[in-house]
T-cell receptor
């Protein structure tokens, strides 16, 4: 069964450093998303991406965040200058052209020290 | 203002003891309600989508139902492997139907 994959599974970084989280969405899906979940809190929407551009973003997704689809299979989330409060699980998701059901990857646990 | 509220926060059941989890929502013009299962340290795993009041979906020991104000996830004769956090989510009323807002989840523990 096709699934969303994410790398790395864990990332530790120093405050102020840049990180790139990578995702490979399900192959025939056209909508891509990033969500985050701070430990013990709700899953929160960050951004959605379609046709090589951002379609929606939340207030959390400020100028330090960016997304990119550098090739036909990868979808990345870049955090330019990490802050302590960026520590969270980051989930990538994708959905197919016709449906609204989002399928999530296993997540990347980011720890900012 | 919470748009999705789940109850109870935690539920402990004995194996075989059926129960229901609740998800109430306040968005108008519902464009789908989604149930996910989340195991510790993992991503949400899709279970069901419901679109209209009266709709029901089933999968193994799970059945999801929807009314105009809430959804229930009924668990019949649960097993220890059903232990997980169950999340419900709805799209925001504005914008596309693709920006999901999640509830806090119900942490289910099924004891052998």
């Amino acid at each position: 069964e096709p699934e969303v994959t994410q790398t790395p599974s864990h990332q530790v970084t120093q405050m102020g450093q840049e990180v790139i989280l990578r995702c490979v969405p399900i192959s025939n899906h056209l909508y891509f998303y990033w969500y985050r979940q701070i430990l013990g809190q709700k899953v929160e929407f960050l951004v959605s991406f379609y046709n090589n551009e951002i379609s929606e973003k939340s207030e959390i997704f400020d100028d330090q965040f960016s997304v990119e689809r550098p090739d036909g299979s990868n979808f990345t989330l870049k955090i330019r200058s990490t802050k302590l409060e960026d520590s969270a699980m980051y989930f990538c998701a994708s959905s197919d052209p016709g449906g609204e059901t989002q399928y999530f990857g296993p997540g990347t646990r980011l720890l900012v020290l | 203002e919470d748009q999705v509220t789940q109850s109870p926060e935690a539920l402990r059941l004995q194996e075989g003891e059926s129960s229901s989890l609740n998800c109430s929502y306040t968005v108008s013009g519902l464009r789908g309600l989604f149930w996910y299962r989340q195991d510790p340290g993992k991503g949400p795993e899709f279970l069901f989508t419901l679109y209209s009041a009266g709709e029901e979906k089933e999968k193994e020991r799970l059945k999801a139902t929807l009314t105009k104000k809430e959804s229930f996830l009924h668990i019949t004769a649960p097993k220890p492997e059903d232990s997980a956090t169950y999340l419900c989510a709805v799209p925001l009323p504005s914008g596309s139907a693709r920006q999901l807002t999640f509830g806090s989840g119900t942490q289910l523990t099924v004891l052998p």
